[in-house]
């Protein structure tokens, strides 16, 4: 064999490869992708645990005096949950005895599973985040992911103790959402993506043209309205400006929607698990 033939063997296998890989049945590939996924999880669980370990003994080193304030501050922000809790369950009676008068069915209850980051993947092509969280723990794909300023994601794949995170800036998110201060105003957030060189982004493309815009106000919180039946309503997507240059001429108007977090610096999250899993089944049927 001379050289030049010994030179091209590589890329003779690498086409091979490529060609059996491209033939090769759905159900195949998918078991591959899977069986690859679960052997590297736990290298990312051990990273996580190490980072966490990490920050203990950073903790550990602080002062006593600093350790003190830090509970001071938590006792206080706790008593204010403890009443923000107590209220919310007021209004959550209310709303259930309301709908109950109307002839409304309730909307899905749901239960808060916290999980922390152990892999963020941000680029121009991926958008996602793994959470440390997964089968075991009875998440299922389709589950709202949120935190304390608002909507993260979703889940779009779910494995034996992980699960990967489809963020609100990746653009095949999108969600139903209502523009505070604009009244009878139903339109489609959708993700715009996001570079090395720019913060993570969306955008709404649907806004009817003779939608009335509040006077006095720069700034409008678009948050979710709740009619897909996946997320509740009234969180928090982003903010969109109310200068009326940002729109174009024609039946409907967008404007780019400012994020309501920093994807990038996110370490914990809540995923809402559905009490009542048949809400996500219309999710998991169009998967």
Known sequence: ????????????????????????????????????????????????????????????????????????????????????????????????????????????????????????????????IILRKGKADGICVGCP??????????????????????????????????????????VTYQGAGASPLRVASGKIADIPADAVFPEGITRLEVVTSGLGGIFPAGLKIGTVSATPTNFADGMFRGVPVELAQRLAAIEEAAILVPVNKSVLKNFVAEE
């Open 1 to 128: 064999m001379n050289p030049e033939t010994r030179n091209l063997r590589p890329f003779f296998f690498l086409f091979v490869g490529m060609m059996v890989w491209w033939f090769a049945p759905s159900a195949l590939r998918r078991l591959v992708y899977e069986a690859g996924y679960e052997f590297e999880a736990p290298s990312l669980v051990l990273s996580s645990h190490m980072r966490e370990l990490g920050q203990y003994w950073e903790m550990r080193s602080r002062s006593k005096n600093d350790l003190i304030r830090a509970g001071r501050d938590t006792a206080r922000l706790a008593a204010t949950m403890q009443y923000e809790i107590a209220q919310n369950n007021g209004l959550k009676e209310e709303n259930a005895r309301l709908l109950k008068l109307i002839g409304l069915e309730e909307r899905p209850d749901f239960r808060t599973v916290p999980a922390r980051v152990v892999q963020r993947r941000l680029s121009m092509w991926w958008q996602q």
């Open 145 to 186: 992911v949120v935190n304390a300023y608002g909507v993260v994601g979703r889940v779009r794949q779910v494995f034996e103790t992980t699960c990967v995170v489809e963020l609100i800036s990746s653009p095949a998110f999108r969600i139903s959402a209502t523009i505070e201060g604009i009244e009878n105003c139903a």
